[in-house]
């Protein structure tokens, strides 16, 4: 059994739509998404998302590295993002064990969400 089977279609959609609102007006890091389609975002990331942890779709989207390249994120707010996850996780009644199930996939994940610190200058 898959992980998004143990956790359920409609938790896994639930989970993210309200994390990506939160997303969207965190102070850290909303401004990354000021004027893009929130919509189509959530659109994208689900199809990923669904993926990801073993469920029927496979994401055709664009490739992480070359939508997040242009983005500076930094560690601080990775580390964000993957707090407001967890958070929404547990509001949501999620067991830890499928939290930190999910949450250790999308760790493998950073070095393509990240630039290479050591060429950042800002
Ligand atoms: C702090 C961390 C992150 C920030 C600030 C961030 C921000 C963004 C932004 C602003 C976009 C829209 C880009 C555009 O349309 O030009 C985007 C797209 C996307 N992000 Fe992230 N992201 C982060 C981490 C992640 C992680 C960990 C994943 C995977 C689990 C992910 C998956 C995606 C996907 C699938 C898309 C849609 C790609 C598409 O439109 O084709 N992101 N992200």
């Not at 990331?45 to 055709?60: D, E, N, R």
């Not at 996850?85 to 493998?108: R, V």
């Not at 393509?112 to 800002?122: A, E, G, H, V, Y």
Request: with cysteine.
């Amino acid at each position: 059994m898959s992980l998004y089977e143990d956790i359920g279609a409609e938790r896994v959609e639930k989970i993210l739509r309200t994390f990506y609102l939160r997303c969207f007006e965190d102070v850290m890091i909303g401004h990354f998404f000021f004027e893009k389609d929130h919509e189509e975002l959530l659109k994208h990331q689900l199809a990923f998302t669904i993926g990801m942890l073993g469920g029927p779709v496979s994401y055709q989207g664009r490739a992480l590295t070359l939508v997040h390249n242009p983005l500076p994120i930094r560690p601080p707010q990775f580390a964000r993002r993957r707090m407001i996850l967890i958070e929404t996780m547990q509001a949501e009644g999620l067991e830890q064990g499928l939290i930190d199930s999910w949450i250790s996939l999308e760790e493998k994940l950073k070095s393509l969400i990240l630039k290479d610190q050591s060429s950042c200058q800002s």
